[in-house]
């Protein structure tokens, strides 16, 4: 028995759009950004990658292939700068989580549509911007369902 993807994939928009409507958005935003995510992921770049030695980290990271890595996501309530803050975590090959930084301001709510059955890539690993004295390494997720 073949599963019909169309009946599948509108379930999944089903049942995102309407959390994300429960979380603030108007029903037709969040119909928009659901069928987004099914369709093509939802690209999110990490903020706060150069906190500490977290660009140390970055560099590491890409030494690993994508299939290594695993990411997280979680929520901080106790973050005093930002109440709503979601720590973006990464391990290779299920070793202790890192924090990589956070979900950029905007896009925190995404972390509630998730579930159990979601996935998150890091896409393409990290990035890099070279400058004639330094490179920064950035990250950009793909919350994918």
């Known amino acids: ?69 695993k990411v997280y996501l979680e929520p901080e309530p106790g973050n005093p700068f930002d109440h709503s803050a979601v720590k973006v975590l990464v391990s290779i090959n299920n070793s202790a989580k890192y924090h990589l930084g956070y979900l950029p301001k905007g896009k925190t709510h995404y972390a509630k549509i998730l579930n159990q059955n979601s996935t998150l890539k890091i896409v393409s690993g990290s990035w890099s911007h070279r400058n004639q004295d330094y490179e920064t390494y950035g ?7």
């Open 1 to 69: 028995m073949t599963t019909n993807y169309s009946t599948l994939s509108f379930s999944k928009v089903c049942s995102i759009g309407n959390r994300l409507a429960a979380n603030g958005h108007s029903r037709k935003e969040a119909f928009s950004i659901a069928w987004q995510i099914i369709k093509n992921g939802l690209s999110v770049s990490v903020a706060g990658v150069t906190f500490g030695n977290r660009q140390t980290a970055l560099k590491r990271i890409t030494a690993y292939d994508v299939s290594q890595r």
């Open 139 to 145: 990250a950009r997720l793909v919350l994918a369902v």
